[in-house]
């Protein structure tokens, strides 16, 4: 039996990894004011439809949408910002002081096509801060993604920053480009001429040399954003230039949820392949209002841990180090090696037991072969304590080895 197409085992080798990712994710969230949340697994299937957008590629193909046995919808959980805010509304987090900022390190699920870095059940780090619209949120929030990768070693990233204004002005922008396509329709690839209708920001990703001529005359969202919008997306910039984050302004930058309002941004990294996207995020300003509260700014991100790791170049890592191996000499001793072993565990020391049934000579050679800084052996008539560095030996009561080990040192 294999595990399911798309998805991985974390094994004991790759566990200090992500241990780190998990630590440094604390350590610079919870640095700015970010707590941990916890958000179950799966949903109702509402909240993504009504969250992430019905017409998003999300929720047209690529949620674990089942019935519950209930005759209720549930899907497993494909993004973490609208849970959270879900969460925000159903514990009253509006009552608290704004914004309110959490953070969650998640399992998240997307009947995806599996490759290198795309997976159907994959590891994201979030962040959220809910209640404030102030562009030195947004620009924060990037500069702690921009630390994040910077502490795990994520190599050659690049930043991209946009602003998509509000809904209305890109449906003003949307009429404004599709008029602009319709004119030069005879010049352009038939699968964008095929969706001029449904999607014609895509023709900004087009390769074909017709259409790539016609988008570099294109009008652009940025050039068409509302006053106060522009103003906003100035002051994010500002800030990101004051706290020396590089970036550059990618006037196609268009992320596949719909909540988005002004600021987005992705980080990608050159290191990755085809799924070179590490981390992105954005504002949004009226999904809150969308889950049925009352309008509330909100500004948030996503990174994957897989993509991240990968891109860190994720080191596998030895096995935890050992201080005491407790060997004994005979079936009868084997009570009193266990107990010198919870000895050494209560003392703090990390300590393993002969559980295998190795000859004397062959419980030295394991000693030796897991890295352990000290080798006891119980035997009838006593014990020895083996410094294994120096390779001294000392006989010691069995009741004395914990004490006598941790008088003479600890893991050198
Ligand atoms: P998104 O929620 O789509 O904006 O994704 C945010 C980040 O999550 C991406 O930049 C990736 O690092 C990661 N990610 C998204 N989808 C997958 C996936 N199917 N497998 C692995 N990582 C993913």
Same mark, same amino acid.
């Given at each position: ?31 700015? @004011? ?12 509402? #909240? ?21 046995? @209930? =005759? ?27 914004? $309110?900022? #959490? ?40 500069? #702690? ?42 010049? #352009? ?20 040399? =017709?259409?790539?001529? $016609? !988008?570099? %005359? ?10 106060? %919008? ?54 949004? %300003? ?21 993509? !991240? ?13 050992? %201080? ?53 052996? $119980?035997?009838?008539? =006593? ?10 030996? $000392?006989?010691?009561?069995?009741? =004395? ?8 040192? @600890?893991?050198?």
């Amino acid at each position: 039996m294999k595990a399911p197409k798309g998805t991985y085992d974390v094994l004991p080798d790759q566990q200090a990894a992500r241990d780190r990712v998990a630590s440094a994710a604390k350590r610079v969230l919870e640095g700015a @004011g970010y707590r941990r949340i916890e958000t179950p697994t799966f949903e109702a299937t509402e #909240l993504f439809a009504r969250g992430v957008g019905a017409s998003t590629d999300i929720v047209q193909k690529e949620m674990y949408t089942f019935d519950d046995g @209930g =005759g209720r919808s549930i899907t497993l959980r494909p993004e973490g910002t609208a849970p959270v805010c879900r969460a925000y509304l159903e514990h009253g987090m509006h009552k608290l002081p704004q914004p $309110v900022k #959490l953070w969650y390190l998640s399992s998240f699920y997307r009947k995806e096509k599996p490759q290198a870095g795309r997976y159907r059940q994959f590891w994201q780090v979030g962040a959220e801060a809910i209640g404030s619209d102030d562009p030195a949120v947004d620009a924060e929030s990037i500069v #702690l993604l921009q630390t994040l990768l910077d502490e795990l070693g994520v190599e050659d990233v690049r930043l991209r920053i946009s602003s998509l204004g509000s809904p209305e002005s890109r449906v003003r922008y949307r009429e404004r480009l599709t008029a602009y396509l319709r004119a030069h329709e005879g010049e #352009l690839s038939k699968e964008v001429r095929d969706r001029i209708d449904l999607n014609p920001l895509r023709a900004f990703d087009s390769d074909h040399p =017709g259409t790539k001529a $016609v !988008m570099r %005359d294109a009008p652009r969202l940025l050039d068409a954003l509302d006053a106060d %919008d522009a103003e906003h997306f100035r002051e994010v910039r500002e800030l990101l230039d004051r706290a020396e984050v590089a970036y550059e302004v990618d006037t196609t930058l268009v992320r596949g949820l719909d909540y988005y309002t002004r600021t987005v941004f992705e980080f990608t990294s050159d290191r990755l392949g085809a799924q070179s996207g590490v981390g992105g995020g954005g504002r949004y %300003d009226g999904l809150i209002e969308q889950l049925g509260g009352k309008p509330t700014p909100g500004t948030g991100w996503a990174a994957g841990i897989e993509r !991240m790791l990968l891109a860190a170049g994720d080191e596998r890592t030895a096995e935890p180090p050992v %201080d005491l191996y407790v060997a004994f000499d005979g079936v009868e001793q084997r009570a009193a090696a266990f107990g010198v072993s919870l000895d050494a565990r209560r003392a703090g020391m990390t300590a393993q037991m002969e559980l295998a049934g190795r000859s004397l000579k062959g419980q030295r050679k394991h000693a030796d072969r897991i890295g352990a800084r000290w080798l006891a052996v $119980v035997r009838a008539d =006593g014990a020895t304590l083996r410094d294994m560095q120096t390779g001294e030996e $000392v006989d010691v009561p069995p009741e =004395g080895i914990v004490a006598r080990a941790l008088r003479e040192g @600890g893991r050198g």
